[in-house]
């Protein structure tokens, strides 16, 4: 696989040539990565192309009611071949799920559409804008490009992520070409108020125990301008709720209007740590997780360590209120 990040031109050249697609997206899954895989495979459906959309891990409730949501697949079939796979909303072949490694796919022309920031691209072809707010934008200029015909379902998909990444057009990446963008999906057929409500208003009742126990947990540091908070297997277990009721727990910490940066601490099955990480202003977490070999967005970003949650906050804590003063002294 080669490292060139490619013209948008050419990969929708190569894009819809196939028969055969394998449609991937990361472990953990949000709006963004759902509503672009979905996208993609109604728009290659149409064109009467083979595809399997995957996620390693379940959807949220609240993405189930997606159109297409209840074919995507947990696990791909040892000796399947496809002409190509795709990866989206993906910053690295091993968030999709060790199963799927660059050996395993070797025989497939690898296309990877992402907009997290990252040193190291990958794919036969590969398209990364950092400057995207969502890989379901990135998408509708694939699809605008290719003269795609945008169905309500492709509208549908695609409004979700730009909504979903865009914090519902709050964040710092909601551009008048995001808005624009978003307009002209509401013509092809997506309704605002069943998406939101669909995302926003479906939250299971053990959600809001599990936020309750995590709410417990909340420390403000460096004269409240860094929030953090602790999720445990052990509070996920006690409610009967399942990791996918903790999505979005780390906006929360960053509403205080005092906290700068927000951090939720996050138990892993696997053992490891998950440190999440929220931003305001021009407090740039990403450059903080890379150096705990994560990575992410200017105000959205994360990184994984091991050890035990305690020993990890120990780390990360005091480095991140050095980061915080750093940064300020910087801007005096």
């Given at each position: 696989?080669?490292?060139?990040?490619?013209?948008?031109?050419?990969?929708?050249?190569?894009?819809?040539?196939?028969?055969?697609?394998?449609?991937?997206?990361?472990?953990?899954?949000?709006?963004?990565?759902?509503?672009?895989?979905?996208?993609?495979?109604?728009?290659?459906?149409?064109?009467?192309?083979?595809?399997?959309?995957?996620?390693?891990?379940?959807?949220?409730?609240?993405?189930?009611?997606?159109?297409?949501?209840?074919?995507?697949?947990?696990?791909?079939?040892?000796?399947?071949?496809?002409?190509?796979?795709?990866?989206?909303?993906?910053?690295?072949?091993?968030?999709?799920?060790?199963?799927?490694?660059?050996?395993?796919?070797?025989?497939?022309?690898?296309?990877?559409?992402?907009?997290?920031?990252?040193?190291?691209?990958?794919?036969?072809?590969?398209?990364?804008?950092?400057?995207?707010?969502?890989?379901?934008?990135?998408?509708?200029?694939?699809?605008?490009?290719?003269?795609?015909?945008?169905?309500?379902?492709?509208?549908?998909?695609?409004?979700?992520?730009?909504?979903?990444?865009?914090?519902?057009?709050?964040?710092?990446?909601?551009?008048?070409?995001?808005?624009?963008?978003?307009?002209?999906?509401?013509?092809?057929?997506?309704?605002?108020?069943?998406?939101?409500?669909?995302?926003?208003?479906?939250?299971?009742?053990?959600?809001?125990?599990?936020?309750?126990?995590?709410?417990d947990t909340l420390r403000y540091h460096a004269d409240f301008r860094i929030a953090s908070a602790k999720l445990l297997r052990s509070m996920i277990d006690s409610v009967g709720a399942s990791t996918?009721?903790?999505?979005?727990?780390?906006?929360?910490?960053?509403?205080?209007?005092?906290?700068?940066?927000?951090?939720?601490?996050?138990?892993?099955?696997?053992?490891?740590?998950?440190?999440?990480?929220?931003?305001?202003?021009?407090?740039?977490?990403?450059?903080?997780?890379?150096?705990?070999?994560?990575?992410?967005?200017?105000?959205?970003?994360?990184?994984?360590?091991?050890?035990?949650?305690?020993?990890?906050?120990?780390?990360?804590?005091?480095?991140?209120?050095?980061?915080?003063?750093?940064?300020?002294?910087?801007?005096?």
């Open positions: 696989m080669n490292m060139k990040n490619n013209e948008p031109s050419q990969v929708v050249d190569s894009l819809f040539s196939f028969r055969s697609y394998l449609v991937v997206t990361h472990m953990r899954p949000d709006g963004d990565a759902i509503g672009s895989v979905l996208a993609l495979k109604h728009a290659l459906e149409d064109m009467k192309k083979d595809v399997v959309a995957h996620c390693i891990d379940p959807l949220p409730e609240n993405l189930k009611f997606l159109p297409g949501s209840d074919s995507i697949q947990r696990s791909v079939p040892a000796n399947a071949r496809f002409d190509s796979v795709v990866f989206l909303d993906c910053g690295a072949p091993d968030r999709a799920g060790d199963h799927i490694r660059p050996e395993k796919i070797r025989n497939s022309v690898v296309i990877n559409i992402d907009h997290h920031i990252n040193d190291n691209p990958f794919g036969d072809l590969c398209w990364v804008d950092t400057s995207a707010s969502s890989t379901c934008e990135m998408l509708y200029d694939i699809f605008f490009r290719a003269k795609i015909t945008i169905s309500s379902s492709i509208a549908t998909c695609l409004y979700t992520g730009l909504l979903t990444d865009t914090g519902s057009f709050q964040f710092s990446n909601t551009t008048g070409r995001v808005l624009e963008i978003a307009s002209k999906l509401v013509t092809y057929g997506a309704d605002p108020q069943s998406i939101a409500q669909n995302v926003f208003e479906s939250a299971s009742p053990k959600r809001l125990l599990l936020l309750g126990k995590v709410l996918t009721d903790s999505e979005g727990f780390v906006n929360m910490l960053r509403q205080v209007k005092p906290v700068k940066v927000a951090v939720l601490f996050r138990e892993d099955n696997d053992g490891r740590i998950h440190v999440g990480l929220r931003s305001k202003d021009h407090y740039d977490v990403s450059s903080f997780a890379k150096r705990f070999g994560g990575g992410g967005h200017a105000h959205a970003a994360a990184c994984r360590l091991n050890g035990t949650i305690d020993e990890v906050e120990g780390i990360i804590l005091p480095a991140l209120v050095e980061f915080v003063d750093q940064r300020e002294r910087s801007w005096r």
